[in-house]
C-alpha cells in the first residue's frame, strides 16, 4: 500500500459483520461485571488519578543539537498507538472499545493491522480513567511485542504482507513517555526485547503538560523560542532514572523546518550512548507529510488506523445493547445511563462516542 495516496481510512469488509471470539470473551466479562454491580454497587472510594511527574528544567542552549534533514534513509519505522471509545457510561460504570493499531513504513509502502477489544469498568470517573490508561499501556505493550517477536512468521492478519524481521538501527515509536514497570507503565519485557534485538526504541508524546521550565513555563514552547537551529533536538532535559521506571533520557526534537511544532522525545538508557544527532535524524526524512507536520507519520497512521469507524461503534453498541438485554441488565442500566447523560443530550451527543475527545470516561 501506498501511504502518499491511501484514504485516510481504510475499512474492510468484516467491519460491522463478524464478532471475533475475543470481542465475544469480552461481552461475556461485561455481563459478570455487571450483573455483579446490578446486585451488590460498587465499592465507594477516592482514586487518585495517575498522573506523569512533573520535570522542571531551565532552559540551555548548550543542550541544541542540530539535527540534518534526511529526504530518504534505508531503515523500518513501526508505530504503535491505541485509541479509547467510549460504548456507554454511567456515573459508576462504563463500556468501551479499545482498538489497538501498528503501521510499518519502510520507504513509500505501508503495512497496518489493528486489535479491537471491549473494556467494561465499575468505579468513578477516576477509577476507570486509571484502568483505561493501564490497559491502553498493556494494549500497546503486546502489540510492539508481537512486531519484535513475531514479525517473521508472518501471522499479521488477512490480506497483509509478511514483516520482514527487524534489524539493528531499525524504530519502533511509542506514543508517550519513556515510563515502564511500576504503576503507569508499558511493560517492562518490551524494553528488555527492543536492547535484546538491538532496535531503537523512542516514545514521543503528542502533549507533554508536565515538561516546565524553571519558572513554570511550557519547557517545549521555551525551548522553541531559544533554539537557534531550524532542525534539532534540546538534550537531554532530564536523564533517565530507571529506579523511579522513567528508562528513556527525556528530548525534545524539532523534526521539520516548516512545521512549528516541537515534541518530547525519549531515547531509552540502551542507546545514550549512540550519537544524538545520528539516532534522531532519520525521523526527519517521516516527518514531512502535510497531514501532520512535524510529526513523524509513522504514528500519525497508527494514531488514524486506531480509529474505529462511526459505523463500527454503533455496531459494537448494538451487540452490548443485546448482550445487556439478554440477560435482563438493559432497562435498569439504562435509567443509571439517563442520569448522566443529560449535558451530553443538550450539546446535541446522542451516544457518548460522538464527543471528539476521548477522556469522556
Known amino acids: 500500500m501506498n501511504w502518499a495516496s491511501a484514504p485516510n481510512r481504510i475499512l474492510l469488509l468484516s467491519e460491522g459483520l463478524l464478532i471475533s471470539v475475543k470481542i465475544q470473551k469480552d461481552l461475556t466479562e461485561m455481563k ?7 446486585d451488590k454497587g460498587r465499592v465507594v472510594g477516592y482514586h487518585p488519578l495517575k498522573e506523569e511527574p512533573v520535570i522542571a528544567d531551565k532552559p540551555d542552549k548548550s543542550k541544541f543539537k542540530p539535527l540534518t534533514r534526511v529526504d530518504r534513509c534505508d531503515v523500518h519505522f513501526q508505530a504503535v498507538d491505541c485509541s479509547t471509545r467510549t460504548l456507554k457510561r454511567a456515573n459508576n460504570w462504563g463500556i468501551y472499545l479499545m482498538r489497538v493499531a501498528y503501521v510499518s513504513v519502510e520507504g513509500r509502502n505501508v503495512n497496518w493491522e489493528y486489535e ?176 501532520c507536520l512535524g510529526y513523524p507519520v509513522t504514528l500519525w497512521l497508527a494514531h488514524d488506523f486506531s480509529a474505529p469507524s462511526d459505523s463500527m461503534l454503533l455496531h459494537y453498541h448494538d451487540k452490548v445493547e443485546e448482550t445487556l438485554a439478554s440477560a435482563g441488565l438493559l432497562d435498569i442500566l439504562r435509567v443509571e445511563e439517563l442520569s448522566c447523560s443529560f449535558a451530553d443530550e443538550l450539546h446535541g451527543v446522542k451516544h457518548p462516542f460522538q464527543w471528539e475527545r476521548i477522556e469522556h470516561v
Open 32 to 38: 459478570r461485571k455487571l450483573s455483579k454491580y446490578v
Open 116 to 291: 479491537e477489544s471491549i473494556a467494561s469498568v465499575v468505579g468513578d470517573r477516576r477509577a476507570r480513567s486509571n484502568f483505561l490508561t493501564d490497559r491502553r499501556l498493556q494494549l500497546e505493550s503486546e502489540m510492539a511485542l508481537k512486531i519484535l517477536c513475531e514479525e517473521s512468521k508472518g501471522d499479521v492478519g488477512v490480506g497483509r504482507k509478511a514483516l520482514r524481521r527487524l534489524s539493528e538501527g531499525d524504530y519502533i515509536l511509542l506514543d508517550g513517555a519513556s515510563f515502564f514497570g511500576g504503576k503507569r507503565g508499558f511493560h517492562t519485557s518490551l524494553y528488555e526485547e527492543a536492547l535484546r534485538k538491538k532496535v531503537s526504541l523512542l516514545t514521543i508524546s503528542k502533549q507533554s503538560p508536565s515538561l516546565c521550565d524553571e519558572k513554570g513555563h511550557d519547557l517545549i514552547a521555551a525551548t522553541y523560542m531559544l533554539s537557534p537551529y531550524s532542525v534539532w533536538a534540546y538534550y537531554p532535559a532530564k536523564k533517565a532514572d530507571m529506579h523511579k521506571h522513567q528508562y528513556g533520557d527525556v528530548s525534545i526534537v524539532k523534526l521539520c523546518e516548516e512545521s512549528p511544532r516541537a515534541f518530547r522525545c525519549d531515547i531509552m538508557e540502551y542507546l545514550t550512548g549512540c550519537d544524538v544527532h545520528e539516532l534522531l535524524s532519520p525521523l526527519t526524512c517521516i516527518s514531512e507529510d502535510p497531514r
